[in-house]
């Protein structure tokens, strides 16, 4: 069993910048692909980021290439994503979630999730 939480969230002014972090008990996050989504109010959750296990290779969506930047830190065992040049449609839940084999973008792939952190950019 792996427990992640979320931290890192809050209120921003459009244009500017916040880091969040996910943090893991129970296991290693170095046996595990990581990834970010996301819920709006109103809207299904949608993938973000991913990192794989091995190597750190990334992978975003495309309404966050070049804003945002998932990182992780096997020896803290925590998991980063980096937020700038924040939008108003960037407000949502952000989850964390660990798991991923194939389909990085896929919810149901991932195994774990935490609890959600919410970040709000205001106009």
């Known amino acids: 069993q792996v427990q992640l939480v979320e931290s890192g969230g809050g209120l921003v002014q459009a244009g500017g910048s916040l880091r969040l972090s996910c943090a893991a008990s129970?296991?290693?996050?170095?046996?595990?692909?990581m990834g970010w989504f996301r819920q709006a109010p109103g809207k299904e959750r949608e993938f973000v980021a991913a990192?794989?296990?091995?190597?750190?290779?990334?992978y975003y969506a495309d309404s966050v290439k070049g804003r945002f930047t998932i990182s992780r830190d096997n020896a803290k065992n925590t998991v980063y994503m980096q937020m700038n040049s924040l939008k108003p449609e960037d407000t949502a839940v952000y989850y964390c979630?660990?798991?991923?084999?194939?389909?990085?973008?896929?919810?149901?792939?991932?195994?774990?999730w935490g609890q959600g952190t919410q970040v709000t950019v205001s106009s």
């Open positions: 979630a660990a798991g991923w084999k194939r389909y990085y973008s896929n919810s149901p792939e991932y195994d774990y």
């Open positions: 129970g296991r290693t996050l170095s046996s595990y692909g």
């Open positions: 990192i794989t296990k091995t190597f750190g290779i990334t």
